[in-house]
């Protein structure tokens, strides 16, 4: 487990970033989508709701399985990191589920199936431009 920096755990929880899940079939292919909803918990974690993703959930699962790694990319403005992270659980109830689906219904009137919770493993600055 590695640590997300203040910077980055700000990013995630910044509604006007955009956020980027990316999984991968049990036949290889990969699959991104873009999501509203992942935000950082606390340095450790990042959570996310599952609420129209059924092929990244169906990934996440076998994902999950197999202890393969999801990437979480955030963007605001010209910085950008991507998480590259463990999938350790998915919560359909418990305060994380009530309090993330509270915000999620009171944001787009939707609520979630559950929720997936990430633990970095490994964190690249995929910020563009020149780099030391």
């Known amino acids: ?3 997300m920096s203040e910077e980055i755990v700000k990013m995630l929880n910044d509604r006007t970033s955009w956020k980027v899940i990316a999984t991968k079939s049990p036949e290889g292919v990969v699959h991104v989508i873009p999501a509203g909803s992942p935000m950082a918990l606390n340095p450790e ?8 993703m059924a092929h990244t959930s169906k990934n996440l ?6 202890k ?15 998480m590259k992270s463990d999938i350790k659980e998915f919560v359909t ?18 609520g979630a199936r559950g929720i997936w919770l990430l633990e970095p493993k490994e964190i690249l600055d995929q910020s563009p431009g020149r780099r030391p």
């Open 61 to 66: 699962e076998n994902m999950k399985a197999k």
């Open 93 to 110: 109830s418990g305060p994380v589920y009530e309090k993330i689906n509270e915000g999620l219904k009171k944001a787009i009137g939707v």
């Open 45 to 52: 974690t990042i959570a996310f709701a599952a609420v129209n």
């Open 1 to 3: 487990m590695v640590k």
């Open 68 to 82: 393969e790694l999801a990437s979480v990319l955030v963007v605001n403005g010209m910085k950008a990191y991507q």
